[in-house]
Structures are given as structure tokens and as C-alpha cells.
């Protein structure tokens, strides 16, 4: 990843709720969530929610695809290890002992919303 694109990544992310929209996204996994949903979860206003989703999708964090009348949107994991890997890939002055590897997709203690 160049340096550009990581800036571009890390200033969409740096936003209270661009932040809790992708954490959204990347918890539902591949299959993602339609706008509506993520409106609803996130009580966000349709034209915010959209002025977030078109500052993530241009820092190539969300994909989306219209599906008859709705549009699911889902976080791009390609992106997001590509960000991770950026950040980590000098870690600890070149000693992997000193430092654990980002976790896997694991599950964690937080439940699942319907």
C-alpha cells in the first residue's frame, strides 16, 4: 500500500461515526448491509449516512451494490489488511517476538444484532 492511500484510509476512519459505520460493516461480514439497516443501527440521518458512505467508499474501505431497490454496501477486507499490513510491517524494529500479529476474524464477546 503507498503512503498516500493509508493517509486517505486513516483520515476517512478518523471520524466518530465513518469509524462505527465500518467497524458495522466488517462485523456483518462479506455479505455486508443494506443502507437502511446501517441507518437504522447507527441513527444516522439518510443524507449523513450517505456523505460518510461516499468518504469511506472513495478511501476504498466500502464496495456497494444496488440490489433491486436497496443498496448493500460491505467493508472491503482487502483494503482493510492492506491498512493493517502498512501499519505493522516495520514492527518492533524488524523482531516478531517483541510484538503479536493483529488477531484473525475471530468471535468476541460482543453479540450479534439481528
Excluded at 500500500?1 to 458495522?24: C, G, I, P, V, Y
Excluded at 502498512?86 to 524494529?93: F, G, I, Q, R, V
Aim: with cysteine.
Amino acid at each position: 500500500m503507498k503512503t498516500s492511500n493509508a493517509l486517505d484510509a486513516l483520515k476517512a476512519l478518523a471520524q466518530e461515526s465513518r469509524l462505527a459505520l465500518f467497524r458495522e460493516l466488517v462485523q456483518a461480514g462479506p455479505e455486508g448491509l443494506p443502507v437502511g439497516v446501517l441507518a437504522e443501527r447507527l441513527a444516522l440521518p439518510g443524507a449523513t449516512l450517505s456523505n460518510h458512505l461516499n468518504v469511506l467508499r472513495a478511501a476504498g474501505l466500502v464496495r456497494d451494490e444496488r440490489r433491486g431497490r436497496s443498496i448493500q454496501c460491505r467493508a472491503d477486507y482487502t483494503r482493510m489488511n492492506a491498512l493493517i499490513a502498512y501499519l505493522s510491517e516495520n514492527c518492533c524494529a524488524g523482531d516478531a517476538t517483541a510484538c503479536a500479529p493483529a488477531p484473525g476474524c475471530a468471535p468476541t464477546s460482543r453479540s450479534k444484532r439481528p
